[in-house]
């Protein structure tokens, strides 16, 4: 009764443990390399069993225990060599030949105990010797099932093999007390059974929770490092996934670096709404992650800038790869029957050319990806050595030019703007200038794209139009004062606020204040841009289109705007491709101005021809060195005083 409801048990544990549940088959290998640890406890063990095998079949004298002992110690040395020569993280083992391995030998040594203590009752060996057999061959099979309760199959089946030898000599004696033992034996078994049971289950359970944690911790770790919106990289994950590829660059390989920026981005988002702005970011991600090659790391690095690395094999395979990464982004795209276009300019560094870390890369590529954009964006450009240079002088000048403005270095020139027929002064336009105490007088060329690129144009702005209004209030009253604006000091926040307290603090009435834009700054149909012009004009500032004919030339803009002037370029007027198509458009542009009570000015007039000749294509006013060059405001307030004198009156009629 007590072997049957030993078996049953054995049979119901092996069943359960036969079964392969999902976490079974994760934590398997880590099971199975529990086997191998601790080698020397093992040894240990094995050592003990062949010395006191050796002796019982020493003090009994029975060959075949001879020959047991024998075989027990070969077993023994070869699981010694087993555990010295195979290591359970050999990627070359899998977990079932590892397994196998250590149950073959496992198996052979309990079964050669467990006989060998089995022949000692049988050939009725002293009772010391049988003790020390049967103790031994049980010591162990209840040591190893602690030890390997890992892989329970195998903790069970070193103590079955090793007890139920001892059992079948107990009943084969057949007295009470060997009977008795043999039940006990038995018992022992299935106690031990639920015990390894209870063991495994425990630490199946830990290794099971460990790993769970671990997963949970690298899928926030992966969370941590993925931008929501587009499934790519975050900055976090970017410098991770930079630091790995860096490490081990392939042989014979460049590392190109490719950084996008969406341009005029900002539109959908202010125009249709962030929810339609993260779709299209959405979509650039999945066209970028078509367009990518086979092992390419792409990010989303912030808004909408987009970073892509990847091994290339020569320059001009990197140039070929820009080209079709640009193409497939930039397609127009169509969201809530909404066709879009998306432009976007690239900037590309390769390592070890451009950079010899990440961070010199990355430089390297924010440097290309910005003359990319000022070269008329829409397009690629390669690192070159040379922006570097040019970034450091632009950042000289934008750190000597803010200190300037503190330092009252620059100064205001005033240039008339003359009336063709009656040859007076009707306004002068403000122009700034710097003269550097080392370097001596800089150009506005130098340095006004570097405080636009910068936005220390906002500032410099500003002080120029209250420096020129301080001015301007001596003039006489028909005389107004023309002031440039950049783009980006119209979309400044409180511009038009600023321009009105400048006007107030000196006293100039705003309708002698003309403030001049350039064409470019309708390229954006800004909403903020026609508030602005509509609040000063409503306060009674005055408007001119400068530069006309030299970018986009919206008449609708010329329409939708209350402009009092048109500036022709100087290009129609003094440059090399002056000639009969020039005159015609300027002719048409006078005519348009004309019809339209606009004053057109002429600009870059220097010869005494150029001024007749746009007199009579219906230009009213005109301006260049021919009448004065910018002047500083005393000789502003001469040249008025001169024109105005009784003799300059005389002149002038």
Known sequence: MAMSYAIRRLRLIGRKFGRRDPLDERVRRTLVQSLYTQPVSMAIGLLVGVVSSGIAALVTGVVILDYACVILAMIAAGRVWLSVSVSPDDPRFS????????????????????????????????PGVQALTLVNAIAYGVGVCARNAGRPAIALGQLSVSALPLTAAGLWVGTIAHVSLAISILLLVGAMASIVQHLFATLRGAIGAAETSAQLAEKMQLLARTDVVTGLFNRAGLNHAMGEKLLVPPKGKLLALFWLDLDRFKEVNDILGHPVGDRV????????????????????????????????????????????????????????????????????????????????????????????????KNHSRFFEHSMSRNLMRRREIEAELRAAIQRDE???????????????????????????????????????????????????????????????????????????????????????????????????????????????????????????????????????????????????????????????????????????????????????????????????????????????????????????????????????????????????G
């Open 95 to 126: 977990t079932h030949n590892l397994e196998r391995l250590y149950a073959l030998g496992a198996v052979s040594y309990a079964l050669t105990l467990g006989l060998f203590a089995a022949l000692a009752i049988v050939f009725e060996s002293p």
């Open 281 to 376: 970011l959405a979509e650039v991600a999945r066209r970028l992650r078509e367009s990518a090659p086979e092992g390419a790391t792409m990010a989303r690095f912030g808004g909408d800038e987009f970073i892509m690395f990847c091994h290339v094999a020569s320059r001009p395979e990197c140039e070929r790869l820009a080209g079709r990464v640009l193409d497939h982004v930039t397609r127009p795209l169509r969201i809530d029957d909404e066709r879009l276009e998306v432009p976007c300019s690239m900037g590309i560094a390769i390592l070890p050319e451009d950079g010899a870390d990440a961070d010199s890369l990355m430089q390297a590529a924010d440097l290309a990806l910005y003359h990319a954009k000022i070269g008329g």
């Open 410 to 652: 620059l100064s205001i020139f005033f240039q008339p703007i003359v009336d063709l027929e009656s040859g007076r002064i009707r306004t002068f336009e403000a122009l700034v200038r710097w003269f550097h105490p080392e370097k001596g007088e800089l150009k506005p060329d130098e340095f006004i794209p570097v405080a636009e690129e910068t936005g220390v144009i906002v500032t410099l702005g500003n002080w120029i139009t209250a420096q020129a209004a301080r001015t301007a209030v001596h003039w006489p009253d028909d005389v107004t004062l023309a002031v440039n604006l950049s783009p980006l000091q119209i979309k400044a926040p409180g511009a038009a606020l600023g321009i009105l307290s400048a006007l107030r603090e000196a006293g100039l009435d705003p309708s002698r204040l003309e403030l001049e834009v350039t064409e470019r700054l309708f390229l954006d149909d800004d909403q903020a841009t026609a508030n602005f012009i509509n609040e000063l004009s409503g306060a009674g500032v005055q408007f001119a289109l400068d530069d006309f004919g030299t970018g986009y030339s919206s008449l609708g803009s010329i329409n939708k705007f209350p402009f009092s002037k048109i500036k022709v370029d100087r290009s129609f007027v003094s440059g090399p491709n002056v000639g009969r198509k020039s005159e015609a458009i300027i002719r048409a542009v006078a005519e348009m101005g004309a019809r339209l009570d606009m004053e057109i000015v002429a600009e870059g007039l220097e010869t005494v021809d150029q001024v007749r000749a746009v007199r009579a294509s219906g230009c009213t006013l005109g301006q260049g060195y021919y009448f004065s060059r910018a002047v500083p405001d005393y000789l502003a307030a001469m040249l008025l005083a001169q024109e105005r004198s009784p003799v300059g009156m005389r002149a002038s």
